[in-house]
């Protein structure tokens, strides 16, 4: 792996020598530590290959005094700085380990759904409460 190359995907470019990602859509920048570059650069440069932890951490940490939880470490961190800009960065593969993503997530609704379920009440209510002020008086018979 060349430590000097620029890989460019669908929706990242990611520069080994200035420690960065660049979401294309945005022109957004994004540090990352050498850690997480190094790791970057082993799942991209073979998008379709799958790696297991024990394969990134003997390719990606030349230091084998820190914990192979490194690996689960830097991948959350990842996600996490991604996550951010709706790109999953990582894919998990069942009891085998991890690739390179490289997908735009779905954008978020919550705040869309919170907003219409606000109005549906209060539209609910100000159509029930009028029904309920003109029973009260009727029901109260001597």
Not at 2 to 23: A, F, R, W
Not at 81 to 102: A, E, P, Q, R
Request: positive net charge; contains cysteine; proline residues 3%.
């Amino acid at each position: 792996m060349n430590k000097k190359e620029i890989v460019k995907t669908q929706n990242l470019t990611i520069d080994y020598s200035s420690l960065t990602v660049v979401i294309n859509s945005t022109k957004e920048e994004i540090k990352i530590s050498l850690n997480e570059a190094n790791l970057l650069f082993l799942l991209y440069s073979n998008p379709n290959r799958i790696y297991t932890k024990d394969e990134i951490y003997t390719q990606c940490w030349e230091d084998g005094s820190v914990a192979n939880s490194v690996v689960t470490q830097t991948i959350s961190l990842l996600r996490k700085k991604f996550l951010t800009h709706n790109i999953s960065i990582i894919d998990t593969i069942k009891n085998k380990g991890y690739k390179s993503g490289d997908r735009l997530l779905a954008k978020p609704i919550k705040k869309f759904y919170f907003l219409f379920f606000s109005v549906l009440i209060l539209v609910s209510l100000f159509l029930i409460f009028p029904i309920f002020k003109q029973v009260a008086p009727n029901s109260i018979t001597q």
